[in-house]
């Protein structure tokens, strides 16, 4: 069982990405020195720049909403077999006591969002 915010992953997914320029980058610039030294000054200006964004990634409230994700579940309402997904805990709902835990394949779970967005559960 794997219990992640995917806004949060998304985000460092995409922080990564963002890291691949930088390293390319400094690499370049550092091409005619030694490549350790060079890929080793790369990360640091890199650990200098992204400790920042990943502490706003994993502290930040405004994510806040927690999905628990299950591989090979029968969808809720559509009985289908896929990936699961249900949303655990937002800032104003909380199912993290469920004992029968509904799962959904992705597109009851995008419908089940606007259900919940329109009874006011905040998922951002
Ligand atoms: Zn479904």
Redesign the pocket.
């Known amino acids: 069982m794997i219990k992640v915010n995917i806004k949060r992953y998304i985000l460092y997914l995409a922080r990564w990405q963002l890291s691949t320029p930088i390293l390319a980058l400094v690499l370049i610039l550092l091409s005619t020195t030694n490549r350790w030294t060079a890929t080793i000054i790369a990360n640091l200006i890199g650990g200098l720049i992204f400790f920042w964004v990943d502490r706003y990634i994993f502290t930040t409230d405004t994510l806040a909403a927690q999905w628990e994700i299950k591989e090979n579940i029968k969808?809720t309402?559509?009985n289908?077999v896929s990936r699961g997904y249900r949303l655990v805990k937002s800032e104003n709902y909380d199912m993290t006591g469920d004992k029968l835990p509904k799962f959904?394949?992705e597109?009851?779970s995008k419908k089940k969002t606007e259900i919940l967005k329109k009874r006011g559960i905040k998922i951002k």
């Open positions: 969808c309402d559509c289908s959904r394949c597109k009851c």
